[in-house]
T-cell receptor, first 113, second 111 residues
Framework: GAGVSQSPSNKVTEKGKDVELRCDPI?????LYWYRQSLGQGLEFLIY????????KSGLPSDRFSAERTGGSVSTLTIQRTQQEDSAVYLC???????????FGPGTRLTVL | KQEVTQIPAALSVPEGENLVLNCSFT??????LQWFRQDPGKGLTSLLL?????REQTSGRLNASLDKSSGRSTLYIAASQPGDSATYLC??????????FGTGTRLKVLA
């Protein structure tokens, strides 16, 4: 079956531009996570969505970062006025109701010049 | 604050060797611990999940153990193969949904 998909796979942008990263979770999965993986670092939690509940945004590093999840399915992570330190791989994961296992997408590699 | 450390950061072994990857965490109040594999340019794949009440889990050539009181987990890989080359990450679940990840061990198995 289809796994978690993310688009684009690579994004190169100039400092100061806005970018949108998309995540399509596994159908029926109610939980969705965004993580950031910088070079040589572990995964950094950004945001968590669960069904129709208010998301946990506690991991977002600044107010330039925001995320939405429409219809309990597709999610978009938006970074405004990108900075060079935003360069990283952004990973999305989803999991089913009451499930512990997270299924990860392939990630979006963001490079800010 | 929970911190997860993985040692070594990188490991290179000849094919056929048995090996152990280590993961330590500072707060023993965890719900579970997972080991993941990450191949270059790809996302993470879950290998083994150990609930806090369990001591170990096995899948094929992989065996993961958990000692919650000492804040340690090990991933044992038997008879390593070149296809096992990847980065291995451990993650602890600290609440109802939050996971804290280690920085990983980059494994290379030489043919």
């Amino acid at each position: 079956g289809a796994g978690v998909s993310q688009s684009p796979s690579n994004k190169v942008t100039e400092k100061g531009k806005d970018v949108e990263l998309r995540c399509d979770p596994i159908s029926g999965h109610t939980a969705l996570y965004w993580y950031r993986q910088s070079l040589g670092q572990g995964l950094e939690f950004l945001i968590y969505f669960q069904g129709n509940s208010a998301p946990d945004k506690s991991g977002l590093p600044s107010d330039r970062f925001s995320a939405e999840r429409t219809g309990g399915s597709v999610s978009t992570l938006t970074i405004q006025r990108t900075q060079q330190e935003d360069s990283a791989v952004y990973l999305c994961a989803s999991s089913g109701v009451g499930a512990d296992t997270q299924y990860f997408g392939p990630g979006t590699r963001l490079t800010v010049l | 604050k929970q911190e997860v450390t993985q040692i070594p950061a990188a490991l290179s072994v000849p094919e056929g060797e048995n090996l152990v990857l280590n993961c330590s965490f500072t707060d023993s109040a965890i719900y579970n611990l997972q080991w993941f594999r990450q191949d270059p340019g790809k996302g993470l794949t879950s290998l083994l999940l150990i609930q806090s009440s369990q001591r170990e889990q096995t899948s094929g050539r992989l065996n993961a153990s958990l000692d919650k009181s000492s804040g340690r987990s090990t991933l044992y890989i038997a008879a390593s193969q070149p296809g096992d080359s990847a980065t291995y990450l451990c993650a602890v679940r600290t609440g109802t949904y939050k996971y804290i990840f280690g920085t990983g061990t980059r494994l290379k198995v030489l043919a």
